[in-house]
């Protein structure tokens, strides 16, 4: 291909200042070119497809070593040896009949949907509905892992082949073995085939061993990075993500922020607020959930946090798009995998990006009432809140599980700018308490939100129900400080 991205015999033909050439260059397409092992998948291929083979009598079981050699992969990543090794494929095969692994593939194609990363289809819808042509590239024998890509809706494989004669391998590789370079090169010969720039396409890996192929697009993706990798991403700002987590969201050391935090997150730790937590129990492990919660304090977000920790599960917050605005809280809520809301725009892209959340087994957090309460609505027993919740759970059909949070206003007043954090000789009692999820009908949003609302109600304390007429100073720590 020459420098303009066309193949260079249609030059002479239709020229570079040309209305066909420029027609041309407008029929070119872009594409989104995954790796495999570690990038689309929670670890590598290899045990399943290991497994299977073995289950479908092509191998005689596990090699000596096997288990070692695979943990060393999903723990630090691709390296040469085992890349050897992979080479040495092939020969291993010969003999196999080529139609029985294509058979032992369609088992491996159903088998790894389920180690598949959480956010994995989601990057290929995103990817598909920008009009982007999807390819797997990979090192794994194409017999293998072409039924795969064809269930998760790949249009092409590029992968290594293995030659074989009257449908048994022979014992050699047909063209190239796709890995480093060559995978590289692999890709390009593609792209010029198919009338694919790659200079408005995106590669997606986890491997030093792919930065040619990444260097090759022009919008490379270190996914979950080997150490080398994400030295190199970092100084190239290049992207990186993990798949296993919503876009934007940081990790140290392999850990996210939100759980590197878990453990100070503990209640007697808190100095300045005597915080209890109850129903936590409720919080599912595994697997999505969405926790509705009042709101009556900038603190109700930590708050609720300490709740999260004790059982382990990050939080995806709905938060208002106003705090992305703000250049250093910006960039932790998307560190930490907030979703932003823009109220009043009638827009539904924040329903769509927690559906995508809860469809990764995340949980998401969405306080219904908006924002804070102000003046005599603060003390209003009734809640009221916006539909977003119930459309969401109409949506998803996960389970929706009422949080009432109470006290954290003493904690955090709306006047205030910060915390009362002196406050440690007389802390302010505040109170979590997670309800077990809410049984909706499904047969109306407004219905389904009331359901809610009154779940929510049901988690505070007796005094919320009981009309309290507030002071004039109470009413002032309603409203934002000089409002």
Known sequence: MNEAGAPSSLVPVLGFGSNAFRGYLKRMRSAAIFDLDRTLLDG?????????????????????????????????????????????????????????VQRAGERVAV?????????????????????????LATTTPYDLVAPFAELIGMDAVLATRYDDTNGVYNGTIAGRFVWYGDKRDEVADWAAANNVDLADSYAYSDSRY??????SVGNPVAVNPDPRLRVLAELSRWEIRYLDAPPGVRRVAGVELQQLAFPFLQPELLLYADLTIAGENNIPTEGPAIIAANHRSYFDPMAIGYALAKRDRPGRFLAKSELYKMPVVKQFMRSVGA???????????????????????????????????????????????KSGVARLAALTKVPVLPMGVWGTEN????????????????????????????????????????????????????????????????????HPKGK
């Not at 792919?210 to 260097?215: A, Q």
């Not at 725009?345 to 009432?369: F, K, N, Q, R, W």
């Open 411 to 478: 904690v955090w007043p709306r006047n205030a700018k910060l915390p009362k954090f002196l406050n440690v000789k007389n802390p302010p009692a505040v109170s979590i308490s997670v309800g077990t999820p809410v049984e909706l009908a499904y047969k109306g949003v407004e219905k389904d939100l009331d359901t809610i609302m009154a779940a929510i109600s049901a988690q505070l304390p007796p005094e919320s129900q009981i009309k309290h007429i507030p002071t004039e100073a109470e009413l002032a720590a309603t």
């Open 339 to 385: 979703v932003p809301v823009f109220r009043g725009t009638g827009s539904d892209e924040p329903l769509h990006a927690a559906a995508e959340a809860l469809a990764a087994g995340e949980v998401v957090v969405i306080l219904p009432e908006g924002t804070i309460p102000r003046g005599e609505k603060f003390f209003d027993p009734q809640l009221t809140g």
């Open 111 to 135: 088998a790894l949907q389920d180690v598949l990363q959480p956010f994995a289809m989601a990057e290929l819808a995103k990817h598909r509905k920008e009009e982007r042509l999807l390819v």
């Open 44 to 100: 590598g291929s290899g045990p399943t497809i290991s497994r299977i083979l073995a289950e479908e009598g092509i191998t005689s079981g596990e090699v000596p070593g096997q288990k070692l050699l695979y943990w060393i992969y999903n723990t630090f990543g691709e390296n040469r040896a085992s890349m050897v090794v992979a080479k040495q494929g092939a020969r291993f095969a010969k003999g196999w009949n080529k139609a029985a």
């Open 210 to 215: 792919d930065v040619p192929m990444l260097r």
